[in-house]
């Protein structure tokens, strides 16, 4: 069993700044990529930004020069500096990792949720 945690979402001015945390805790091997996506009201969920264990990331065109991921492997945790916030980034965000976990007939890999944190940006 693997669990997502998540922290640091709340309520900023557009311009803002806010950094979210994931920590991942369990019966986990090893970790390979993480991600944050977003769900605003009334649309689907997307990908914000990606990181893989070896440090390479991804982001979504909208959020590029201004979300920051990173991850500390030893820590199991992921995390997404958010600058320059808009309102347009309203949304609850979660987190998502990749995860192997080892069992007595081998490893085998899962994919994990959190439960989300709202991010309410203000005009």
């Known amino acids: 069993q693997v669990q997502l945690v998540e922290s640091g979402g709340g309520l900023v001015q557009a311009g803002g700044s806010l950094r979210l945390s994931c920590a991942a805790s369990?019966?986990?091997?090893?970790?390979?990529?993480m991600g944050w996506y977003r769900q605003a009201p009334g649309k689907q969920r997307e990908l914000v930004a990606a990181?893989?264990?070896?440090?390479?990331?991804n982001y979504a065109d909208s959020v590029k020069g201004r979300f920051t991921i990173s991850r500390d492997n030893a820590k199991n945790t992921v995390y997404l500096q958010m600058n320059s916030l808009k309102p347009e980034d309203t949304a609850v965000y979660y987190c998502?990792?990749?995860?192997?976990?080892?069992?007595?007939?081998?490893?085998?890999?899962?994919?994990?949720w959190g439960q989300g944190t709202q991010v309410t940006v203000s005009s």
């Open positions: 369990g019966s986990i091997f090893r970790i390979n990529a």
């Open positions: 998502k990792a990749e995860v192997v976990v080892a069992g007595v007939y081998g490893s085998k890999g899962y994919s994990y």
């Open positions: 990181i893989t264990s070896g440090g390479n990331t």
